[in-house]
C-alpha cells in the first residue's frame, strides 16, 4: 500500500513538473517570463507601483488628522458651554448642603 502511495506522489511530482516545463516554455515564447513558474525573478517582472496607495494612504491620514482637531475643538467647545450652564448649579447645591449640614449638627446638638 505504501508502495502505491509513493508511485502515485512520484508520478504526480512528474506531471507537475511537465506542466511546469511546458508553461515555462510557452511563457518564454510569448517573451514574457525566462524564470520558473512560481518563481520569477527575470528583469522582466517589473516591481508593483504602490504610489497610488502611498498617496491615498497618506490622504487618509491627513483628513483623519484634521477630523481628530475638529473633534477636539468640538469637545472644548462643549466642555465650556456646559460649565458655564452647570457652575452655577454646583455651587447653589453644595450652598444648601453646607446649609442642611448645619441644621442637622444644630438640631444633634440640642437633643442632646
Known amino acids: 500500500m505504501k508502495t502505491l502511495h509513493l508511485e502515485t506522489g512520484i508520478r504526480a511530482r512528474g506531471q507537475f513538473e511537465r506542466q511546469s516545463n511546458k508553461m515555462e516554455a510557452r511563457l518564454e515564447q510569448a517573451g514574457l517570463c525566462s524564470g520558473g513558474l512560481f518563481d520569477c525573478d527575470c528583469a522582466c517582472a517589473a516591481p508593483p507601483d504602490y504610489s497610488g496607495v502611498a498617496n491615498a494612504s497618506k490622504e487618509s491620514s491627513e483628513i483623519?488628522?484634521?477630523?481628530?482637531?475638529?473633534?477636539?475643538?468640538?469637545?472644548?467647545?462643549?466642555?465650556?458651554?456646559?460649565?458655564?450652564?452647570?457652575?452655577?448649579?454646583?455651587?447653589?447645591?453644595?450652598?444648601?448642603?453646607?446649609?442642611?449640614?448645619?441644621?442637622?449638627?444644630?438640631?444633634?446638638?440640642?437633643?442632646?
Open 64 to 112: 483623519m488628522a484634521a477630523l481628530g482637531r475638529e473633534q477636539l475643538a468640538e469637545t472644548r467647545r462643549q466642555y465650556d458651554r456646559n460649565t458655564a450652564i452647570s457652575d452655577p448649579i454646583v455651587k447653589a447645591q453644595a450652598k444648601l448642603m453646607g446649609q442642611t449640614i448645619e441644621q442637622v449638627d444644630d438640631y444633634y446638638n440640642f437633643m442632646k
